[in-house]
């Protein structure tokens, strides 16, 4: 791909800041805001605001946005009493999702019920197509019934159509803690998932495995290695991306400061397979603030057309 798109939500205390908001960059290192850093699309259902967005490109050329259905400005001091363990096992069973011809014009917001009534909240969704099926699998971190709402663990469904959706069903739980924020990837014939694991470590950990929905996932060693080197507890939200030279670019949210320090940070790697993903700042630059989201590949006409449509000029920060 010739450039890159960052779809995200703003940490901000405000409802404005937990909307669907854009990125742009031509090289996966310096980025720019879209539409005048406002919001591209605004959440008008369920708790009208969202946040922990994915995007995804169809085969047939379709542009799908999912996002968890959650406002903290909107809900946590009231309906949540602020307490996230209210978030966890009382918020939305439902995702927002917004689909688009060409990444301009986007249909109106639905809500996608994938929990039923064992379901906590679904957080932090994301996707990626199954080669061997040719269907799309959705995943997503929920605390559920079946351990008492205990330690989260990852929840897929499947769909063709982003129409129609599988019942769900674990992906994955960790024997000694809490998993969230999946994202998963292909190379070589190969699956290679990231996880927020809560402890044990409390940071990320990527795993390869045979095939998207098996149980033969291994743990990389020299992912783990870089990771131990990190502050624990700080990093989540991976989304990772291929470089125009093959190599592969990891951003982390780094969420473990108020203020000025938050904000995306990028880790290089030669192969999802080596796994050695040493933090690269040095040609860096990303506005203040952006959270949670996903990278996707995009070519100059789409990079282009994104322009023009939400203003000639991007502005930093």
């Not at 259902?45 to 909107?74: C, P």
């Not at 603030?289 to 449509?309: D, N, P, S």
Request: glycine share 10%; with cysteine.
């Amino acid at each position: 791909m010739d450039a890159y798109l960052f779809v995200h939500f703003k940490e901000k205390k405000t409802p404005d800041g937990e909307q669907v908001y854009f990125a742009l960059s031509t090289d996966g290192f310096h980025w720019d805001t879209v539409n005048g850093g406002q919001p591209v699309l605004e959440s008008r259902l369920g708790e009208k605001g969202v946040r922990d967005h994915t995007i995804v490109r169809t085969d047939e050329g379709k542009f799908h946005i999912l996002a968890t259905d959650l406002s903290l400005a909107n809900s946590f001091h009231g309906k949540y009493e602020g307490d996230w363990a209210n978030i966890g096992t009382g918020g939305s069973r439902n995702l927002s999702l917004w689909s688009s011809d060409d990444l301009v014009h986007w249909s109106e917001q639905r809500l996608i019920e994938l929990g039923d009534d064992d379901f906590g909240c679904l957080w932090a969704p994301d996707i990626i197509r199954d080669p061997q099926q040719g269907d799309y699998v959705v995943h997503w971190s929920s605390s559920h019934a079946s351990n008492g709402y205990g330690p989260k663990a990852i929840y897929y469904s499947r769909t063709r159509d982003f129409e129609q959706f599988t019942a769900p069903k674990l992906l994955h739980r960790k024997a000694d803690s809490g998993i969230i924020d999946s994202a998963i990837y292909e190379e070589d014939g190969y699956f290679y998932r990231f996880l927020k694991s809560e402890k044990n470590p409390e940071t990320l950990i990527l795993e390869k495995g045979a095939s998207l929905t098996g149980d033969d996932y291994v743990r990389n060693d020299a992912f783990d290695e870089e990771m131990a080197k990190l502050e624990q507890g700080v990093y989540e939200a991976p989304t990772a991306f291929r470089l125009r030279d093959g190599k592969w670019c990891l951003m982390l949210d780094f969420y473990g400061v108020e203020g000025d320090g938050q904000g995306y940070v990028p880790f290089i790697a030669d192969s999802l397979a080596d796994g050695r993903f040493i933090r690269s700042d040095a040609d860096f630059s990303f506005p203040y603030g952006f959270k949670h989201g996903t990278v996707l590949g995009i070519t100059q006409e789409e990079y282009a057309r994104i322009k023009e449509y939400y203003g000639a000029g991007l502005v930093d920060g």
